[in-house]
């Protein structure tokens, strides 16, 4: 296996563990893939999430809610740089409602990935929305 097809493994399997953490409201599971400086901005309003703590704050009240909405990244291509310990994801995000399946809201996703000491973490995430329903839309 290259390093580069090893590259892209491991952060298919971080995106896994990372998607797994969310539909499970685990906090810890979450920040073990973000960066510490991870800068995330949201789909439809272009909020801006600063650093893994800004993130998991967030992360936190989400999960304390029962009709949260469960969000997943889906990627479809994983380009690794042949220069430098990073890479770019691209693919489909949706979020759905737990309560109600046409509270939706889905488009297109960019992620930065860099390798800190062996372990590929979020650097960024930008997010499109491009379509959603119920009380997503607007």
Not at 20 to 37: P, Q, S, Y
Not at 81 to 98: D, K
Not at 103 to 127: P, V
């Amino acid at each position: 296996m290259s390093l580069s097809a090893g590259a892209e493994l491991a952060i298919r399997t971080a995106r896994a563990a990372f998607n797994r953490a969310l539909a499970e409201g685990d906090l810890a599971g979450v920040g073990a893939v973000l960066a510490d400086k991870a800068m995330l901005v949201a789909g439809t309003d272009s909020a801006v999430l600063a650093g893994r703590k800004a993130q998991l704050a967030v992360w936190k009240r989400d999960f304390a809610s029962p009709d949260r909405v469960v969000y997943e990244r889906m990627p479809a291509q994983v380009i690794v740089s042949p220069v430098a310990p990073i890479a770019m994801e691209h693919g489909r995000w949706r979020g759905v409602s737990r309560t109600a399946a046409a509270d939706f809201a889905a488009g297109s996703y960019t992620a930065k990935w860099r390798c800190f000491d062996g372990t590929w973490r979020i650097e960024a995430e930008l997010f499109l929305t491009e379509e959603c329903g119920g009380i997503f839309s607007v």
